[in-house]
């Protein structure tokens, strides 16, 4: 296992268009996390799935934001009719330890909205 | 979950020990102090975390002081590959008080390592 992944690296977009980025976790890990990071800033969450259940989204995640888990394995985040303040690095991440906050983090997706 | 305040930027010669500072005066008893770190274009890695105990493994130091207060992250030989932005990152356990286990990052410290 080569750690997280994300698909694609890098996505260019006109505004209004829907985007879709993946990520496969660490085979083993139950949790899965999605951050958000612009340019100069820490990441800021988004979302967290445990297993297949989306028990927890920040309020960052608007309307046109959604987040799947299907069979607890890989995660999609589709952003619909995308604007130019959603360019940002999408990370994802995850984790198996039970309390743990060690999280293992994917390269990001950097979306860029014109 | 208690805030922490770091240094903005940091220059470290390269060879040299490397001691990142961390404020965190609010921290609560059960809370963990993590550090992680996120080189240039690429996603935060894991570095260490800490209770109350110092804590050392293969990639750096972890010193907490007695009053929980205040912590500091060595790297103890700073190599080029080390510059990067620091975060320490204070948190419970997952599922208490409701946490799910989400980090809140701040900006860090940038640590420039020098030859």
């Known amino acids: 296992d080569t750690g997280v992944s994300q698909d694609p690296r890098h996505k260019i977009t006109k505004r209004g268009q829907n985007v879709t980025f993946r990520c496969d976790p660490i085979?083993?890990?139950?949790?899965l996390y999605w951050y958000r990071q612009t340019l100069g800033q820490g990441p800021e969450f988004l979302t967290y799935?445990?297993?297949?259940?989306?028990?927890?989204k920040s309020r960052l995640l608007s309307d046109r934001f959604s987040a799947e888990r299907p069979k607890g394995s890989f995660s999609t985040l589709e952003i619909q009719r995308t604007e130019q303040g959603d360019s940002a690095m999408y990370l994802c991440a995850s984790s198996a330890r039970r309390g743990s906050l060690e999280a293992f983090f994917g390269q990001g997706t950097r979306l860029t909205v014109v | 979950d208690a805030k922490t305040t770091q240094p903005t930027s940091m220059d470290c010669a390269e060879g040299r020990a490397a001691n990142l500072p961390c404020n965190h005066s609010t921290i609560s008893g059960n809370e963990y102090v993590y550090w992680y770190r996120q080189i240039h274009s690429q996603g935060p890695q894991y570095i260490i975390h800490?209770?109350?105990n110092n804590e050392t493994n293969e990639m750096a130091s972890l010193i907490i002081t007695e009053d929980r207060k205040s912590s500091t992250l060595i790297l103890p030989h700073a190599t080029l590959r080390d510059t990067a932005v620091y975060y320490c990152?204070?948190?419970?356990?997952?599922?208490?008080?409701?946490?799910?286990?989400?980090?809140?990052f701040g900006k860090g410290t940038k640590l420039s390592v020098k030859p």
């Open positions: 085979s083993e890990h139950n949790r």
């Open positions: 990152i204070v948190r419970g356990p997952v599922n208490y008080g409701g946490s799910q286990g989400n980090l809140i």
């Open positions: 799935f445990q297993n297949e259940a989306q028990l927890e």
């Open positions: 800490g209770l109350k």
